[in-house]
């Protein structure tokens, strides 16, 4: 196959994918490259690009095993967002992430190996310390000496694709509408999961104070705000918002 003058080779994709993230990152590290690898070797492995194309996009799911530096290059190489319901992120504390085509249904799991980290030595042994030698080495190192591959079936509910809120419930006990089938059903009654099981934070009780009134436009008026006034806004519902009679 002749390469064409203008197409990247994978070392210059790889460099600046790594940039890209870094400065969204906020700084270098081993888990950066390793993170870019691992999306990259995960996009490749469903015959996507790096970074997916838009088609591409709608069809991939990411779920990022850990949160750390590792977790935010995959999010950034593929693009996968918690907002567009692409990103999931699953609290196992592992340095792994599952890459799955939802027109296939075909997914990856690729785990970060401790055996890279002991290699790192041989890759680069002219570094002077560590954290510079895994740098270096996971630059080059080879996917099979960095990662371990499983092909798995991921089960997905209509619930877990991207698309508008398929489902609203109110709990019972605070009131708070719960989406996309997130609720919890007890003795025939509906919770959300804080009221249910107990949440991650304790000693809740609603604060005010005085600049409770501010907002981003001196005097909000939604009679008056125009989509003008707002790039990107639609507007204010008035049973959201409040309507004025005057």
């Avoid at 707002?230 to 049973?239: D, L, V």
Wanted: hydrophobic share 40%; glycine share 6%.
């Amino acid at each position: 196959m002749v390469k064409q003058v203008n197409e990247k080779t994978e070392a210059q994709t790889f460099e600046e994918l790594l940039a890209g993230s870094v400065a969204a990152h906020g700084h270098l590290c081993p888990g950066q490259i390793v993170g870019v690898r691992m999306a990259m070797l995960g996009l490749r492995l469903l015959g996507f690009e790096a970074p997916p194309t838009y088609p591409q996009l709608k069809q991939l799911i990411v779920f990022v095993e850990m949160d750390r530096c590792t977790g935010d290059a995959v999010a950034f190489v593929t693009q996968a967002k918690l907002g567009r319901r692409s990103l999931k992120f699953v609290d196992y504390g592992i340095m792994a992430a599952t890459f799955v085509n939802l027109q296939t249904d075909r997914a990856f799991r690729i785990i970060s190996t401790e055996e890279s980290r002991d290699l790192a030595v041989l890759y680069a042994p002219a570094e002077p310390d560590w954290r510079q030698q895994q740098t270096a080495a996971y630059k080059v190192m080879p996917d099979s000496v960095m990662f371990r591959v499983q092909e798995v079936k991921v089960d997905l509910s209509p619930f877990d694709l991207p698309g508008p809120t398929r489902r609203k419930a109110t709990c019972m006990k605070c009131g708070q509408v719960v989406r996309d089938n997130r609720e919890v059903s007890q003795n025939g009654f509906v919770y959300c999961r804080p009221c249910a099981a107990g949440a991650y934070f304790t000693a809740a009780r609603e604060i005010a104070w005085p600049e409770m009134t501010w907002s981003p436009y001196a005097n909000p008026d939604p009679t008056k705000l125009t989509d003008s006034d707002s790039p990107g806004r639609s507007t204010w519902p008035g049973e959201m918002a409040g309507k004025r009679h005057d």
